[in-house]
């Protein structure tokens, strides 16, 4: 190596590394600053801010759990599509050995929605609605059966509203009055 580049090296700075989840100590020494001692069940009560039954973490414009902050602080990282439970039942404990992380539960697979809006008539209500309207009611006798506005009954029924829905054999968008 060429000796005038080695002398135009400038050394790092050593950084210094605050335990995780904390990027500043003051924020670790503001965290802990606020769980009380253990009380007689053991549990570490978290004295700062909170809402909705949780103690609040705040990192500059972000806002954590407070139980979430202490996992990773005393344990580590969540795993992924997991929440973090106390066992003891004190939604403000911060014990380590009362912190577990469990499983998001499972969500039911609802069916797909077209435009991710609920949808508020089946497929054989609308197919009735449709032959209904073919048969020779008006728009407003149909919005009064199916309990929704004429204006709702007409995009249905002209296939401007639920189009995904296919027509019934031998009834075409065109023949519908």
Known sequence: MNPLA????????????YPYPF???LQEVN???KILPPDENGCRIWAGMS?????????????LRAHR?????????????HQVHQTCGNKFCLTKEHLIAVPNPT???KPAKP?????????????????????GFTYAQLAEVFNTSAMMVFNICKFKSYA?????????????P
């Not at 080695?6 to 590394?17: A, D, E, G, K, Y």
């Open 51 to 63: 809402q909705a039954n949780a103690g609040l973490v705040h990192f500059g414009k972000k806002e």
């Open 107 to 109: 969500k039911k697979e």
């Open 115 to 135: 435009n991710g809006r609920p949808l508020k008539f089946s497929v054989e209500s609308i197919q009735r609605m449709r032959r209904m309207r073919q048969e």
């Open 6 to 17: 080695t002398s135009l090296i400038v050394p790092r700075v050593h950084q210094v590394s």
């Open 23 to 25: 990027t500043k100590q």
């Open 69 to 81: 902050v202490a996992y990773m602080y005393f344990i580590g990282p969540i795993p992924p599509e």
């Open 31 to 33: 965290f802990l600053s």
């Open 164 to 176: 995904h829905v296919p027509p019934e054999e031998g009834l075409e968008p065109k023949q519908l």
